[in-house]
């Protein structure tokens, strides 16, 4: 465990790694609001650094009583879509996602097709 906590620590002083995290969240976190709103659907969201999380409502989501408004049921929807699609999401629509280091530009691209697909099949309902 302390060597891998270690090495963590060598990997995080490494110049930029802090901006590709925040990079490929913030382009993860874009990508799913605009897959489901170019599908009709009511969507919030955002990050910050390597966390993302994203509401289905109109939002802004400022407390837990707004985020109480959300369609959880889309949201359970939209989990099991994307878990059958190979892209594993936090369960709960309260939940903050959080992406890493080892995530690719092709993981992100994968996600966001995945989402794509999932939130067009979900208008159709």
Do not use: W
Request: contains cysteine.
């Amino acid at each position: 465990a302390m060597t891998a906590g270690l090495k963590t620590l060598e990997i995080l002083r490494r110049p930029g790694t802090y901006e590709y995290l925040d990079k490929i969240t913030k382009r993860l976190s874009s990508g799913l609001l605009l897959a489901a709103r170019e599908n009709g659907h009511d969507i919030t969201g955002g990050s910050i650094s390597g966390m993302f999380g994203q509401f289905f409502c109109k939002g802004p989501v400022k407390n837990f009583e707004d985020a109480t408004a959300q369609d959880g049921a889309k949201f359970a929807k939209f989990f099991r879509g994307m878990l059958e699609r190979g892209v594993y999401l936090a369960p709960s629509a309260y939940e903050a996602g959080f992406t890493g280091l080892a995530h690719t530009e092709a993981d992100i691209d994968k996600t966001i097709e995945a989402a794509y697909d999932v939130l067009k099949g979900l208008k159709k309902q």
